[in-house]
Every structure is written in C-alpha cells, then in structure tokens.
DNA sequence: TCAACCTTGTTATACTATAACATATCCCGT
DNA sequence: ACGGGATATGTTATAGTATAACAAGGTTGA
C-alpha cells in the first residue's frame, strides 16, 4: 500500500491539522502538555521543517520564556511518540501526518523551498533488509531521506 | 547486484586500505594534497565514522597546526570526489571502500560498538522511487542508514 | 507522609559548522 | 616575463545545534 502525505499535494490543511492533534490527544492522553501540544501546532502548521531554535523563537515570541532546552524536550517527546519526526538532512523535525500508520517513514525534501514530504512506509522487504539479513546486522530503525526538487521548484 | 563492505565481516584490512588509496590518487592526480590525503587515510583505518573535530584532533596530535575549517574543507573534498562519505545520523564522515562503484550508498551503523558499514547500491525501483515519480518530485540524492545491532554486538 | 516519577525552569557549556579575509601556488595565454 | 584566473591553505571569529546538570513543582499511589 502506498501513502502519500505532504505538501506537494492540494489538501484540506486546516481538517488535516485539526485531525492530526485530536490522534495526539488521544495516544498521549494528558501527556500532551500546553508546550508539547504547542509545539506539534507549530510543526503541522508549517510544511518547511522547523529547527529546534526556530521552535524556541516562536515560542518566545508568544510571551514563553523559553530556553533550548524547553524546545529540545518537546521535540524529543513528540518524536518519542510518533508524532513527529526529525530530519537529519535538515537537523530539523515536521509533524507525522498519521502517526497511527508510521513504522518506517520516508521524506522527500525539496532543496529549492524546503518543504518536505513524507512518503509511505519504507520497505521491510528491499534490498537493504537483505544486505543487513546477509551480515547478521539487526536494523532497528532506518533513515531515508530524499533530496531534489517538488514539482513546483522543476519550473524557475 | 550486492555488493557488501565494511567492518562486519573478515577481510585483509591493509590491501583494502591501500587499494582505495590508489583509486583516490587515480580520480584527484595531484589535488590529492597532502592533508587530504592523510584525512583519507585516517578514515581508512577507522571502521567508526569520525567527526570532523576527531579529525582536526589527530591532525593536530601528528603536529598540524590546523583549525577548523582545514578538517573540513578536506572532508568536504573526499566527500565530492566520492571517496569518503557523510553519515547524517552521527554527524560523522567514513571512507568510501569501492568509490568506483558507489553511486547510491546505504549504511549499517551499529548503536553499540558504532562501526559503520556500506552496503550496495540503493534501489533506484523501490518504493520511494515510485511515490516520487507519482507526485513529480524529482530525486537528486538519497540518504539511506539504518541503526542497529551489528552481529558482534547482539550477543553481550 | 513520603517516595517515585514526570514535567518544567534555568544556567552553563559542549559540539558542529561556516563566513570572511589573507596568503601562496600553479597553470596558462599573451 | 607578466598578469589573471583558478585552486589550496592559513587564520580569526562567529554562527548554529545540542545537552549536562541541578533546582523545583505536581501527581500518584503505597
């Protein structure tokens, strides 16, 4: 089954959003603290991935004193859950549009305007699963990210 | 084809060493400096990815007065040439064991003993190469690495 | 009541990376 | 020989990313 999610795609980004945290309430429970619940706002209203300082800069800008470390614990929660994820590319994290079916995500980042993509679940079956089976290797959890250009940034 | 190499299995440490230092010589001719080569070997002999400030350390320790910018500009040009490469996840740089070949790389890295191997060329068919072409997105580069347990480090 | 756990606040610092400018060298065309 | 462009290195300073460590409040349950 393939999945697409994303913002090189038309789609309902308010009910997106909305449904998005109602999953977070619902798997985190009263976890979901005022900052967390603050943060993953942030990312799912943002398509481009957010930095952790980014993260902290809007906070602060909505009255939160905030120091690193505030960002970086919220985001390492999120990720934590599933919520959202950290690109490594980018050092930076986007929210998981469906936390509920994401084992092995995939991104598509877009080098013209950064926006980023998640694409459905990577292969269990590829060629890599069989080279790390072959050495005795035991994946645990797999990085994939794409780099290029979205439909939109191939026409300057 | 798979194509496997790297620190988890047996193989003659020495002869693989000298034979991707002759392949450098091959590509670069002379802009194969002296300290970009000696980088290369660093990363040669190290079946762990080093960090660029790993690399500036023993630069300096082999009497070098080098800053910063020296690690990485001598990284930066392994890494283009394709003879060394960037591990997003650790922030660190290995050597490329077969740059000939080596068009799509995937990496093993073991979260205990944190040695890395290079598996064979990624797939250019797989299932993140298909949900591109079906949202247009036009992919450049991929990162592929996946953490986990190396067979040594399974059994404690 | 107290102890364990989780969350947040706060300070300080560690680690990673690059901008910007200076100097030197080599190759090449005139 | 000269000048000019391209490449490589030296050096200073600073930007950007991340975490250690300790303090303090809140909730829960024995």
């Not at 549009?97 to 994401?102: E, G, I, K, L, S």
């Not at 980042?109 to 072959?134: F, H, M, Q, S, Y």
Request: with cysteine; charged share 25%; hydrophobic share 40%.
């Amino acid at each position: 089954m393939m999945v697409i999610s994303g913002p090189f795609e038309r789609h309902d980004h308010a009910s997106c959003r909305t449904r998005a945290l109602a999953q977070a309430e619902e798997v985190c429970g009263d976890r979901l603290t005022a900052v967390r619940r603050r943060v993953l706002e942030m990312l799912l209203e943002s398509h481009v991935a957010l930095g952790a300082y980014d993260v902290l800069e809007r906070l602060r800008s909505e009255g939160h004193r905030a120091q690193p470390p505030v960002a970086y614990r919220a985001l390492d929660f999120l990720v934590a859950q599933g919520l959202a994820h950290r690109i490594e590319r980018l050092n930076a994290f986007i929210a998981c549009h469906r936390p509920a079916d994401c084992e092995a995500p995939a991104f598509l980042i877009c080098r013209a305007c950064n926006r980023v993509a998640e694409t459905g679940n990577a292969p269990k079956r590829g060629a890599l699963a069989r080279d790390a089976r072959a050495l005795g290797f035991e994946i645990e959890e797999t990085v994939i990210e794409a780099q290029g250009l979205c439909p939109t940034c191939q026409t300057p």
